[in-house]
């Protein structure tokens, strides 16, 4: 594994006036690759975070740093929010944005395929794409493509489908605007991009951030580009409208605060007892500032439903992903 890191502008504005946060924490992997001195910073005009310099990984890095070890145990509750609650909820608002139009549909980055199985439930015509070897059984159990490599090289022309769908894939790429004119490219006019991504304007890490600085800590608790989960960018919701406007998308709706952080760290809390008083304490003290977060706006969870316009949007076809 061997990455190289560049410096880049703001990867959503071009922006060149970046504040600086503090070093990105590092893994056990990237620590033995000698991999450090990669910043969080913030950029002034869009907001944007994102590692600098921006680590690129290779097809054969992606797919180890995204195996098997890479998904989490989770929790009945978790798991059928994950697999149940969240697919059922979205699709239904892409249908409800698309109309009844929806024929061929796409899981970007479809890991387990949860959102797969609840449009093939719909009647949908679904395909999936991830980085992951690990998606490769999960089409091979759907009796579906699931085409395993970066979007940009897969075998879609353009104007392929209806909707697209992506749930925690577009934090991890260093060139989102990029990856937007391509799902812009992929969909048929008129056509509903739904994407889920982390709130890095939420509360909590706003608290996270705040919590380094006490400790005196010359790193960043921002995005963890160097470590699991590996996000180089990190959006809230203003720097997503500007990333979609910028790729040629209609923003339909951009939501926060619909994926249960509380209660899923208060069942982290009871599931863990016994957990000792300091532990129980911090528990109890993060799960005050997530619900202090979703009460006021600031949750963990940002998703956006972008539609590609039918007529008159400027052409966005060219995907560079060399910046
Ligand atoms: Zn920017």
């Known amino acids: 594994m061997s990455p190289i890191l560049h410096s880049v502008s703001c990867p959503v504005c071009d922006g060149d006036v970046p504040k600086r946060l503090g070093l990105a924490e590092t893994s056990e992997k990237t620590r033995d690759l000698g991999i450090d001195g990669v910043h969080v910073v913030r950029c002034f005009r869009c907001g944007l975070f994102y590692a600098d310099p921006m680590p690129a990984w290779t097809v054969a890095d992606l797919a180890a740093l995204y195996d098997h070890d890479y998904y989490p145990a989770m929790t009945a509750w ?4 994950r697999a149940r609650v969240n697919p059922v909820r ?18 970007v980055g479809c890991g387990p395929g949860y959102a797969l199985k609840e449009a093939l439930r719909r009647g949908w015509q679904a395909y999936g794409q991830d ?3 690990v998606a490769s059984s999960v089409g091979a159990s759907l009796g579906i493509d699931v085409f395993i490599g970066p979007l940009e090289q897969g075998p879609y022309a353009d104007s392929s489908f209806d909707a697209v769908y992506l749930d925690s894939v577009i934090e991890h790429l260093p060139t989102p605007v990029a990856f937007l004119r391509e799902l812009w ?16 304007d939420s ?5 996270m951030e705040f919590w380094a600085r006490l400790r005196s800590s010359d790193r960043s608790a921002r995005i963890c580009p160097l470590r699991p989960p590996y996000h180089v960018v990190g959006f809230g919701p203003h720097a997503m409208r500007w990333a979609a406007e910028r790729a040629g998308f209609a923003v339909v709706q951009i939501l926060v605060d619909k994926d249960y952080q509380t ?5 982290r809390l009871m599931a863990s007892r ?19 977060g979703e009460r006021a706006g600031r949750g963990m969870n940002l998703e956006a439903i972008l539609r590609k316009p039918n007529t008159g949007g400027r052409s966005c076809c060219t995907s560079d992903f060399s910046r």
């Open 185 to 200: 490219r992929l969909l048929k006019p008129g056509g509903c991009a739904y994407i889920v991504c982390p709130n890095a």
């Open 90 to 107: 979205r699709l239904g608002a892409l249908q409800h944005y698309c109309g009844s139009s929806i024929s061929r549909f796409l899981e």
């Open 203 to 207: 509360l909590a890490s706003v608290f």
């Open 274 to 292: 016994p957990p000792g008083l300091r532990a129980g304490l911090k528990q109890a003290g993060w799960t005050v500032v997530y619900w202090l």
């Open 263 to 267: 209660r899923r760290f208060s069942q």
């Open 78 to 81: 978790w798991e059928n929010i």
């Open 131 to 133: 980085v992951s070897p």
